[in-house]
C-alpha cells in the first residue's frame, strides 16, 4: 500500500469498510486506525494525531506522536517522575488523561490512546500549527467527517473552512485524512460538503468531470473487501491458534473461492446483500 506519498495532495477522504479488521503477516489483528498508524509511520511520518469532535479532542496511539504534539516534558524533579503528574496536564493547563479501552473482540490488544481534550471552537488552532509546521511531518485523522461536517457548529466550520482552504497551497508534506462510516458514500459526502459551503474541500473527492461521468480522484481511497493475502493470514490464524489440520494441496483454491465471494459482496453499493468483510469472516470461522 502506497497511499499518502503524493506530497501535492493535502487531503485524502476514506470510505468503505472503515469498522473491519484486519490481518497482516505476522497473524496480529488491528483496526483502521492502528493500520494507519503503521502505514504512515512506515513512508516517513513523524506525528500522527487523531482528532474526534464533539469536545473529545485528539489523541495519539504512540507515544513519540503525542511527545511531538504537545511536548510533554519530563524533569528531574520528584514530583514529575510520577506518572499521574505526567498524564494529568496537558499544554495551556487542558486536561490530559490515559484512555484505556479494549475492543469487542478479544484477540485486539487495548486500545490505548493518549489524549487531550479539546472543543471544536479551539480544534483549528491546533491543526493550524500542525499543517503549518515545516520540521516534523504530520499527518491528522479527522474518525468521522460525516459527524464533523453535519454537527459541527456552522461558526465554527466556517472558520475552519477558510484556513483548510489554505492549506492547498502548502509547500510541506503535511496531511489530513478523513475516515466516513461504512454507510456513507462519496456521494452523500459530496452532497452533504455543497449543502454546507464545503465545496473547495468536497471538490477534491472527484476528478474534474462532467457532471455524469464522476470518477474517484486520487484523493479517494476505498476499502473493500480482504485480499488473498490477508484470507491467507486470517486461516493461518485459526490454522495455528486451533491447531487445525489442513489440506495443503487445497488451501490456495479455499482462499481463491472466498476472495472470490467476498469481492462479488462488494461490486453492487446499492444492493442489499450482506457484504463479507474480515471482520464477519472470523466470526464463522470461530466456529469452525
Known amino acids: 500500500m502506497t497511499y499518502f506519498s503524493d506530497y501535492t495532495r493535502k487531503f ?9 479488521e484486519f490481518c497482516n503477516a505476522r497473524l496480529q489483528n488491528s483496526n483502521i486506525n492502528y493500520m494507519l498508524l503503521n502505514h504512515l ?8 494525531i487523531f482528532y474526534r469532535g464533539g469536545g473529545r479532542g485528539f489523541y495519539c496511539l504512540d507515544e513519540d506522536s503525542y511527545n511531538l504534539a504537545f511536548k ?42 493518549l489524549t487531550i481534550k479539546v472543543d471544536d471552537s479551539d480544534m483549528n488552532r491546533y491543526v493550524t500549527n500542525f499543517m503549518g509546521d515545516n520540521e516534523i511531518q504530520t ?38 485524512i478523513f475516515l466516513n462510516p461504512p454507510s456513507i458514500s462519496a456521494q452523500d459526502i459530496d452532497q452533504i460538503g455543497r449543502l454546507h459551503n464545503w465545496t473547495f474541500l468536497t471538490n477534491l473527492i472527484y476528478q474534474p468531470s462532467d457532471e455524469e461521468t464522476k470518477k474517484l480522484s486520487k484523493n479517494s481511497i476505498i476499502l473493500s473487501g480482504p485480499q488473498k493475502d490477508e484470507i491467507r493470514n486470517l486461516l493461518n490464524y485459526f490454522r495455528l491458534t486451533k491447531s487445525l489440520p489442513t489440506k495443503w494441496e487445497e488451501l490456495d483454491e479455499i482462499i481463491d473461492i472466498i476472495a472470490k465471494y467476498t469481492k462479488e459482496s462488494f461490486v453492487d453499493e446499492s444492493s442489499t446483500q450482506t457484504q463479507i468483510n474480515l471482520k464477519k469472516l472470523k466470526e464463522n470461522l470461530k466456529n469452525v
Open 41 to 48: 509511520k512506515n513512508i516517513g511520518y513523524k506525528r500522527v
Open 12 to 20: 485524502f477522504f476514506l470510505f468503505g469498510e472503515i469498522a473491519d
Open 139 to 176: 499527518a491528522i485523522i479527522f474518525e468521522n467527517f460525516y459527524d464533523f461536517l453535519t454537527n459541527t457548529d456552522k461558526n465554527i466550520k466556517r472558520d475552519v473552512g477558510l484556513d483548510f482552504n489554505s492549506y492547498l497551497h502548502l509547500s510541506n508534506k503535511n496531511i489530513i
Open 72 to 113: 510533554v516534558k519530563s524533569t528531574t524533579s520528584s514530583k514529575s517522575k510520577s506518572k499521574v503528574n505526567l498524564l494529568s496536564r496537558g499544554p495551556l493547563k487542558r486536561a490530559l488523561k490515559k484512555e484505556t479501552t479494549t475492543t469487542t473482540q478479544q484477540e485486539l490488544s487495548s486500545d490505548t490512546r
